[in-house]
């Protein structure tokens, strides 16, 4: 499956933005989907994650509440609502699939497929 990332920009404290992921290639629904980061300087780390119907997901604990995961199997895409930015969530946000977990993982390397990334910045 192919990712591709969209929706990142330069947005203000206190905004909100949309990151969509676009796949192609294989049946969507049998994948997870997970949303990672990777902030200058830092290592990459989990944001969110959902199940494959779209009925469940996990969160990092502190973005849940300002982050919202969701999906449209039909259209082959995962969406990040994300409200009341801080600029420490400025990082380049990634998508990944999982075709083999038997759960909602929050481990970077049980995502075998990743898209390119797209940046989100902050400003204070």
């Known amino acids: 499956v192919q990712l591709q990332a969209s929706g990142g920009g330069l947005v203000q404290a206190g905004g909100s933005l949309r990151l969509s992921c676009a796949a192609s290639?294989?049946?969507?629904?049998?994948?997870?989907i997970g949303w990672f980061r990777q902030a200058p300087g830092k290592v990459r780390e989990f944001v969110v994650a959902?199940?494959?119907?779209?009925?469940?997901?996990v969160y990092a604990d502190a973005l849940q509440g300002r982050f919202t995961i969701s999906r449209d199997n039909a259209k082959s895409t995962v969406y990040l609502q994300m409200n009341n930015l801080k600029p420490e969530n400025t990082a380049v946000y990634y998508c990944?699939?999982?075709?083999?977990?038997?759960?909602?993982?929050?481990?970077?390397?049980?995502?075998?497929?990743w898209g390119q990334g797209t940046q989100v910045t902050v400003s204070s």
């Open positions: 990944a699939a999982d075709d083999y977990s038997a759960y909602v993982s929050r481990t970077e390397g049980r995502y075998e497929y």
């Open positions: 290639g294989r049946t969507f629904s049998r994948f997870k």
């Open positions: 959902i199940s494959e119907s779209g009925n469940s997901a």
